[in-house]
């Protein structure tokens, strides 16, 4: 979905003070969200998951990388992660 890829895209190259954007996914447990999630804001930066919304904090990346995601296991899944409060 181009709206999760732009999020992510925004929250690594963000100027200013502020480190971390909050990312928030609704609809996790559907196929195309818990894909693009998983590539472009990464199963890492993943802090719960609350029924059908997922919360991501992504940081800023160096200005020379490229890459979305530091380690990328298909295994991980964004819907395998819960918490209980949100």
């Not at 693009?36 to 020379?64: D, I, R, W, Y």
């Amino acid at each position: 979905m181009t709206a999760i890829f732009t999020a992510g895209v925004f929250a690594r190259s963000k100027r200013g003070n502020s480190d971390k954007t909050h990312v928030f996914v609704h609809e996790i447990d559907r196929n195309v969200e818990k894909i693009c999630s998983e590539e472009f804001l990464c199963s890492e930066n993943l802090v719960e998951t609350k029924e059908l919304l997922g919360h991501f904090v992504v940081e800023k990346m160096e200005a020379n990388r490229f890459e979305f995601c530091s380690v990328f296991d298909p295994s991980s899944s964004p819907t395998t992660s819960s918490s209980s409060s949100v």
